[in-house]
Structures are given as C-alpha cells and as structure tokens.
C-alpha cells in the first residue's frame, strides 16, 4: 500500500480528516484496531455546546463557534455523500438553574457572553414552563442558548463511515498501528507489528492512545483519557424538547425517543466501567432537573474516554517531524470540533502551512524550555 495520507484513528476526528483529503482528491487510508467510532465519538451524546460548555473567551471558543457555524452544511453534506440523517437538531439548549443554586454564580458564564454580543435569553423561573414543561417548577431561571445544538453521534459516525468509503478511503478496521516509521527526519509510514504500509503524510488521531505512538519519537505529548459514563432511559411521551443542563448533569433528546443523561468527568486511567457511583449521581441529578423520569425505563449505560491534555484544549497541527500531523486530545468537544478540524487539517496538509487558527493548539506549547525541544528520535 503507497497512500498519499494514513490517518491513525478512525473517531469523529480521523473519519472527518480522511473524509476532507480524500475530496480533495487525495488517496487516503484510515487505520483503526477497532471498529469506526468505537471509542469516545460513539460514547458522545453529540451536543454542539459550543457556548453553554465555553470556560471564556480566545481561540479556543472561536474554533467551536466556527466549528458549530458549519455543523448544518456538516450534516447535509454527510446525508448526501452517505444517505443518512445525522439528525442536526437545532432547538437549542436550556441552561437550568436549581433552587438553592446562586443564579448569578451559576450563570456568570452568560454575562460574558452577553456583554460580547452572543445570543442568549435569561428566563425566570415562571417562565421555563413555557419552553420545558417538564423542567422542575422548582428551577429558579435559566439560560437559553438559541445557537447550541446536537446530532446523533452514533448516525455521525454511520455517515462518516458509508461517507469515506464511497469517497474512496481505505478502511482498514481490526489493525493495530503499533509504529510510525521515519525515514530520516520524515515521516515514511506506519507499522501494525510485521506489516508496513508507506504513506507521504501521516496523522495521528488516536484520541486517548495517541501519547503511546508518540513517546518513541521523543514527542512527549501526554493525552489523559478522561471517563464519561452514560445512561440512556426511554419513555413517553417525551418530557422535554431540548437538550438541558445543569450544573451538575446534561439530559439530551433523541429522536428515537431514548433520553440521554450524562456525563461524568473522571481520571480512572483506561478503565471504561460504568460504576455504581457514577449511575447514581447521574441518574439523581438528572431527576432533580426532569422529575417524570424517574418512572422512565433504564435502557442502557456505557462509558467513554475524553482524549484531554494539560490544558484541556486539543492538539492540531505539525509536530517537528517533516509530514506527521496531529489532531488530537479533543476532551469535551470532538464531535463538536470534528468539521473545523478536518477543515484546517486539510488545509495545512494540502497547501503546506500552518494555518494561523491552528496556531494556538500545536504541540510545540508543551515542548517550550522542555527536553522535548530536541529533536525527533529518527527510527
Ligand atoms: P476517539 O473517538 O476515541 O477515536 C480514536 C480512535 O483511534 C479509536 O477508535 C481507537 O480505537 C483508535 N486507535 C487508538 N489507537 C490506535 C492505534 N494504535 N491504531 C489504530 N487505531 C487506534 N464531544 C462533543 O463535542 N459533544 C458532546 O456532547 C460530547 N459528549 C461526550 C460524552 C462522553 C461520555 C464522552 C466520553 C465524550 C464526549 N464528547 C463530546 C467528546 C468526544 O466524544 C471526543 O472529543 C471525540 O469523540 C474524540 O474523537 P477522536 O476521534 O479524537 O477519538
Ligand atoms: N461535552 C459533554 C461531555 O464531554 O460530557
């Protein structure tokens, strides 16, 4: 095999970058030990939260206001390359504050917000009826963010799936990349133990694994798997309209009339286990929001790992290793970040620069005044 471009991974964000280069007329392979989105883009519950999960403002927020930008054409050009409805649901979100909460505590996110110019409406607590009825009367306001929405990930990544390979991508599912192979201080192609398969560029997008392909490199890049675990109960009719938040939980709508409740933040290493602990706060949390669903019907739990860094902001872009890209440690956004990225990625492979709305995320601000500012090991 002689591609133009192997990506190592096939998540949201691999599936999205092979999708981009190989319309752009690239011939392109994805790599993936598992199966398609087996990992955290499936564990998602695929909310584009781009302002109602938003710490301040910077490059970060302006990657996920562009990246949500482009969700509606994302989903639409998905349909069509695949024949499946990736269900972009654009009613926005409700930000519910609980009684005994301090409203202006819990809400000093929208006041920035606010000031800048983002649409948001404040709700008194008499008024969330009208939007939610099956919100607690007990709430004592909110915040609606008329702009965040959600896709099915699970159908996302269906789409993507049936997308690259009509596009031409090679799919390679069940193989282990165990190596990159450099050729000097290029990348030449990847190793799945015996076999070797050349590539002019690689990249790297193994969400929560991509720390261990690396090391050998000497590109001491540490990606932290970061557990979310899951619940998904059903019942009718549907209590709500919109994906709801809490301070301490999120419960998100599906079509199919499954409810999604989620999602814990934990650092268990690489342990998916769905822990009695975590159902329980998840499921009390979730009832104080929504009360009827406690006589809805578990259907099912399961757990993902985020792919975080230090600095909980993703990794993309070159690394120092001529043709070696990353595109990782995507933590709480993936699904949200998955248009843009392929997009910049695309961009740098193809026109051979950076583009400057990467720059904030590469790789090199770990290494600065490190030992990781030698250079690569050259295998
Ligand atoms: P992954 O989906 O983990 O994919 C990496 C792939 O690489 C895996 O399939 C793995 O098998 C493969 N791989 C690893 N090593 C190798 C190797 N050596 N060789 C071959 N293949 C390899 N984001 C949002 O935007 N909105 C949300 O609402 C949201 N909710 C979330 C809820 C939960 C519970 C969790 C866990 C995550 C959530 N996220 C959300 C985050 C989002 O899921 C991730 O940021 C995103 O899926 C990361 O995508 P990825 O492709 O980088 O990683
Ligand atoms: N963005 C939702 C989560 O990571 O749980």
Request: proline letters at 4%.
């Amino acid at each position: 095999m002689n591609k133009d471009a192997i990506i190592v991974g096939g998540g949201v964000i691999g599936c999205s970058i092979a999708l981009k280069l190989a319309e752009a007329g690239l011939k392109v392979a994805v790599i993936e030990r598992g199966r398609v989105g087996c990992e955290a883009s499936r564990a998602a519950a695929g909310m584009l939260a781009a302002q109602s999960e938003a710490t301040g403002v910077g490059p970060f927020f302006d990657l996920c206001l562009r990246s949500r930008a482009m969700y509606r054409e994302f989903a639409a050009h998905l349909k069509d390359a695949s024949g499946i409805d990736v269900e972009y649901k654009d009613e926005g979100m409700l930000v519910v504050v609980l009684e005994g909460e301090d409203v202006k505590e819990s809400t000093r996110w929208a006041s920035w917000q606010a000031e800048a110019g983002f649409p948001l409406e404040r709700l008194s607590g008499s008024a969330i009826g009208d939007l939610e009825p099956g919100v607690t009367e007990s709430a004592t306001g909110a915040i609606f963010i008329p702009d965040d929405h959600q896709v099915e990930n699970r159908r996302l990544m269906d789409a993507l799936e049936v997308a690259i390979k009509r596009a031409g991508v090679e799919l390679m599912e069940g193989k282990e990349v165990t190596r990159l192979l450099l050729d000097r201080r290029r990348i030449a192609g990847v190793a799945c133990g015996s076999e070797h398969f050349n590539a002019g560029t690689v990249v790297v997008a193994a969400g929560s694994w991509s720390s261990a392909l690396l090391e050998p490199l000497g590109l001491n890049v540490e990606v932290i798997p970061a557990r979310g675990q899951m619940i998904a109960v059903g019942g009718r009719p549907c209590p709500i309209k919109r994906v709801l938040h809490s301070s301490k939980v999120y419960v998100v709508p599906r079509r199919d009339g499954r409810i999604l409740i989620g999602a814990t933040i934990e650092y268990a290493g690489f342990q998916k286990s769905v822990t009695v602990n975590g159902i329980h706060s998840l499921l009390g949390a979730a009832t104080e929001v929504v009360p009827i669903l406690k006589n809805f019907e578990m259907i099912e739990s399961w757990a993902g790992l985020r792919p975080d860094t230090a600095d909980h902001l993703p990794i993309i872009g070159p690394t120092g290793v001529e043709n070696l890209f990353l595109a990782t440690g995507h933590f709480r956004s993936g699904i949200l970040l998955a248009p843009i990225t392929a997009q910049l990625v695309a961009e740098g492979i193809l026109s051979g620069s950076v583009p400057d709305e990467l720059k904030p995320f590469g790789v090199e601000r770990f290494r600065r005044g490190t030992s990781a500012d030698t250079d690569p090991k050259v295998n």
